[in-house]
């Protein structure tokens, strides 16, 4: 299906139906055990996905859940030990080797490993909003690729600075975070604004096969070789 195909009119049913009460406010509170009611994932060819527990056909929808029926545990915004200001992103509750899929169509613009971040896949979409997913066990796209919504981009896991397995999912514009709740669950695909706090998150990603490293004490990306 070409983009051109994705109506607007087309989506709605299922991310309404599991956040019919997320209004605006709920996005800041109350998202907590929100379950992700499953979406739809396409083959992309990649091994056997014969398991795979989604639909056979992506709906028309501009923004899909990473994995299938997975409750949201940690907040955007939360405070803890495990973050220097805040949690810049969205956890998913997810068991270790679980498919990951596009949440968008998009490009991969990197892979790289990251000591908190672990694993992590950067998609960028067409606007280049980026949707990164981070603490993966296995990688299955190489940067360049161009995915469709629904294809899986690799595997959930505990890669990086995490207590267990789960699933980050950190939505980027002009490479500051945003509230993924937002553009999960408020008006599906599009971003919220960037907290102020967020700035100290701000990465300079470039392109290709790429890392991150310390410079004068901001992680930054830097080339290297691409995670195996
Ligand atoms: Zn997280």
Partial sequence: MTPVNRSRAGFAPRLFLIVGAASAGALAAGLLGVTVTNVAASANGRGDLSTMQFEATPPSMPVIAPIAGAAVNEQFGAKGPYWKIAHSGLDFAVADGVPIQAVVDGRIASVSYHRAYGKVVRLVRADNVEVWFGHLSSVLVI???????????????????????????????NKLPTNPAAFFFGTPGVPSASPRWAKAYWEDPIDGYSTFKAVKGELKYWPAQPIK
């Avoid at 896991?157 to 939505?171: A, M």
């Fill in 143 to 173: 940067p360049g690729q161009q995915v469709k919504q629904g294809d899986v981009v690799g595997l959930s896991g505990s890669t990086g600075n995490v207590s267990g397995p789960h699933l980050h999912v950190e939505v980027r514009v």
